[in-house]
Nanobody, 117 residues
Framework: QVQLVESGGGLVQPGGSLRLSCAAS????????MSWYRQAPGKERELVAS???????NYADTMKGRFTISRDNVKNTVYLQMNSLKSEDTAVYYC???????????WGQGTQVTVSS
């Protein structure tokens, strides 16, 4: 059974930082590209950042320079370091694992990030 379990969300003040983690089980983690998405109330889910099997990274323009995605293939975990947080970063953040075949696409349950003073 595949599980992606996100953690690290919470309430933070504008300008603050959070680090999200997503622990994967039930998959051969090193074979999967990993991504973070987010969905704010009333908005569509959007890509935040992704990291390939070979550690190439990609970021949405609004996150470049503030967010950093990384992975640990020993711990089967992907991270999202978020700095200089803004109120518009408030959303539910989801972890995604995309494998070497189209049907190998899995989602976590999400973790809430709220940026507010």
């Amino acid at each position: 059974q595949v599980q992606l379990v996100e953690s690290g969300g919470g309430l933070v003040q504008p300008g603050g930082s959070l680090r999200l983690s997503c622990a994967a089980s039930g998959i051969t983690f090193r074979n999967y590209a990993m991504s973070w998405y987010r969905q704010a109330p009333g908005k569509e889910r959007e890509l935040v950042a992704s990291i390939t099997r070979t550690d190439s990274t990609n970021y949405a323009d609004t996150m470049k320079g503030r967010f950093t995605i990384s992975r640990d293939n020993v711990k089967n975990t992907v991270y999202l370091q978020m700095n200089s947080l803004k109120s518009e970063d408030t959303a539910v953040y989801y972890c995604n694992a995309f494998g070497p075949a189209p049907m190998l696409n899995y989602w976590g349950q999400g973790t809430q990030v709220t940026v507010s003073s």
